[in-house]
């Protein structure tokens, strides 16, 4: 009988042996097997998270920033322990006692899953375990994942201890609302920082990982705060808050960004605008668009915020009074139905949906509103974030009688006389305060409306080529096309220097004698006849006249005696173009180019004659704080001498490249001082410091221009339709963005300065007629005198004038200067004889183009 008892026992424990040995051996097998080919776990130990990239300006403060996921890394020594304890606590209890996997917890799943028969799964996943999910692997809720999972979490736990572990989830679990990690859900969900989180606040964080979608701040309120509750209640248990901390945090009521109760930290950055956009698209070039994104980089942005503001302002007022002239009311093109403009709320939500500008400030901000009424004179509008009072808002009779409604076909309705000629029910428009000037008291709410016109702006030193200003459009809202950087254009005259330098270069000299005469020339779109913008020839004049007055035909004949080869080059080493074309109109500015090449070339006249690279960046730093990217390359071999004086500066080696002889670039910028003094910029350019610039205005007005620079800056701007088409008669460079670079220029001189241009050595001064080019005695005279600049040793030969070898036009005849004020016979480089008049009167001319 014993016998058979032990038999049976033994019987009994050797099935279980080897059912344990079996079951193992399949657990074994199941690991081996999915645990073969998963993907390393060491690499997470030189993790490195896609992190915010920011823009800050010169005095340090956020401007802008990118990322595809909004996440600011937090290392884990500097993550406070009530955030990690919060997470712990709603997340993985056990966290810091298991291995990777908890055991009961995966227990305790199953069960509840035999229990609920499959209708209740949860995940019963690690901290470790979501590291690996998150990292490495996929999301599904397979069997197999789950396996891998445990794995992959055994060998992190041999890899990483607790704490990165812990880092790693911390700065990587998605919390909603495009936001990555914790410490950028402190800043959305409450603007705040970790270190000033509550116990209440910590706890909604750690509530979010669960399922951020349904646990929303404001559309699921009561749920999120049920969830926060059960977090704390555990943060209790587990003996990290008091029971009397526990009650009280649990009261706490739930305030939130998206709920309205604090400020959004993006209150305190500006709207994003032109500069900051195209230091993205460059860095994107530069980096790459990924590295840009998720690098985490510190970008040191040259813009200063003060003279931005300036430049949208004025290129604004430029763009808004070309628009107003038009008389054409275009209106937003955006309606809100009827059955939305019932009630205030109703019609508040709507108007918050409309796709319209909320980024101009001129002269006041500018509202977008909602038409609710039309009466027989007068129009009632809802304003965007301006309250109701108790007689409403209203647009009088008076403020439209500016325009005529455009209407769907693009014809004009009748001028307007009352608000409903332009306005009906629905309409969404934009609006700003009319205010008194003398004490800013409220007169009445007018319409505004985007310029269909647009434009560029653009400012930079000189010196260092760092742009502190750029604007490239009306409202980068409604259009975030830069006009600055990206819109190729017709520079028109504002070329001609570039022409001119040229032959500077090859030994012209501002006194030179060309003839202004009709050109025909023989293309093979036909006969090509260039002509002045007056329509008028002026005879043989001295260089400087033909850049003051933007003679085309003089610049014509003068590119043909240089060599449109040369010219090309030249503009090519300025930077204008990469490849200029040949052909005789480029030398009166055909071929497209940018405004911000334009404006870069223009401040290596300003500075010289040396080469500036122009920059929006001053400094980029990783991750990491190391300086990855530095725009000033100058040498500094002082900066390190604790001995210098505490009066003097270290001594700074430039090693900028010389593209230009000095000599030609200060005889150049003494022509084109000329532009402003007396030329074609004279009656719109008046500034306390010497300025140099020239407009361009290209055929039919299509764009215009004006470009100009101080001893500090350069500056310039371009206005002109997206789709080229006609300006109008009247619009000229001069008149139109001359008025920018004024308003701009007379806010930056007083921050910036500037003084007389630095006269380089090697030269000497001869007065000459600046009618005629005839030298004039050391003691001369008068409005027609002025001293030119000339290299030293050279001898200036005066009375030769040039004519590009081109035969007179055929019965075009010359303006009759000449014979009125009479002159002298000189003899041409070609051997024909002309008359050269002692003084011809230049006032009816307008800036140049492309004829």
Known sequence: MLRFILSFFGAIFTLVTMGVAIVALSIGAVFYMYGRDLPSHEALAQYKPPTISRIYSARGRIIDEFAKERRLFVPAEEIPVLIKQAFISAEDKNFYSHAGYDTRGIASAVWEAVQTRGRTVR????????VMKNFLLSGDRRIERKIKEIILATRLEETLDKEKILELYLNEIYLGQNSYGVAAAAQTYFNKSLQDLAPHEAATLAALPKAP????????????IERRNYVLREMAENGYLRDEAYHEERAAPLRTVQNGDYESFRAALPPRDYFT???RRQLSVDFGEEEFFSGGMSVRATIDPEMQQIAARALRHALEKYDRSRGIWRGTGVRIPGDRLENEESWRAALAEADVSRDVTLEGEWHPAVVLEVGSNDARIGIEGVEEDEDGHWIPAQDVTWARKQRADGGLGRKAQVAGDLLEVGDVVLVRAMTRDDDGSFIRWTLRQIPEVQGGFMAMDVNNGRVIAMQGGFSYQD???NRATQAKRQPGSSFKPFVYAAALDSGYSPATIVIDAPIEIDTPQGLWRPRNSSNEFYGPTPLRTGIEMSRNLMTVRLAQEVGMEVVAKYAERFGVYENMG???????GSEESTLYNMIAAYAMFANGGERVEPTLVDRIQNRFGETIYRHDKRECPDCGNADIPPDRGPRIVSNRERIMDPVTAYQLTSMMRGVV????????????????????TTNEAKDVWFLGFTSTLAAGCYIGHDIPRPLGSGTYGGNTCGPVFQEFMQEAIKKYGGGKFKVPPGGRFIKIDRYTGARLSDDASGAHVVAEYFREGEQPVFGIAYDGGFAMGANLPLVKEVERYGGREVTTSTGRKAVVGPKADFGTMSSGGLY
Not at 123 to 130: E, L, N, V, W, Y
Not at 582 to 588: G, R
Not at 677 to 696: E, M, N, Q
């Open 582 to 588: 040949t052909y005789l109109a480029n030398a009166l």
């Open 213 to 224: 979608s349904d646990f929303h701040p404001v559309r699921r309120k009561d749920r999120l």
């Open 677 to 696: 003094d007396r030329g074609t910029a004279s009656g719109v350019i008046d500034l306390p410091v010497p300025v140099a610039g020239k407009t361009g």
């Open 479 to 481: 259009s975030v096309f």
């Open 123 to 130: 995940g019963a996943s690690t901290i470790t375990q979501q």
């Open 277 to 279: 956009d195209e230091i």
